[in-house]
């Protein structure tokens, strides 16, 4: 499966984005996806992961309360929704993807990643 980020951009702090993530490919309601970001000399690090249905999600607790993380079968797609924006928000962000049925948090577990959107807060 082939993954492309978007949405991301400049914001304030305090302000909102929404990322998308379109899949490619006829079984992406098979799939548990996650948005994970890098920063700048730091380790990519989780951010949200769905299940396959959309039923199912969990949250790093730097963003819990703050993002949402949501899908849409019918299209493919996968989005973070991000409220109440800080600097320490700024990343690169990557969705990816796994065919699996459980909820996944670690890089090493995601078989496949889109190419990242840059998100950038300022104070």
């Known amino acids: 499966v082939q993954l492309q980020a978007s949405g991301g951009g400049l914001v304030e702090a305090g302000g909102s984005l929404r990322l998308s993530c379109v899949a490619s490919g006829r079984t992406f309601s098979t799939y548990t996806m996650g948005w994970f970001r890098q920063a700048p000399g730091k380790e990519r690090e989780f951010v949200a992961t769905?299940?396959?249905?959309?039923?199912?999600?969990y949250y790093a607790d730097s963003v819990k309360g703050r993002f949402t993380i949501s899908r849409d079968n019918a299209l493919n797609m996968v989005y973070l929704h991000m409220n109440s924006l800080k600097p320490e928000d700024t990343a690169v962000y990557y969705c990816?993807?796994?065919?699996?049925?459980?909820?996944?948090?670690?890089?090493?577990?995601?078989?496949?990643w889109g190419q990242g959107t840059q998100v950038t807060v300022s104070s």
């Open positions: 990816a993807a796994r065919r699996t049925t459980v909820l996944l948090t670690n890089v090493s577990q995601y078989a496949y």
């Open positions: 769905i299940g396959s249905s959309g039923d199912n999600t």
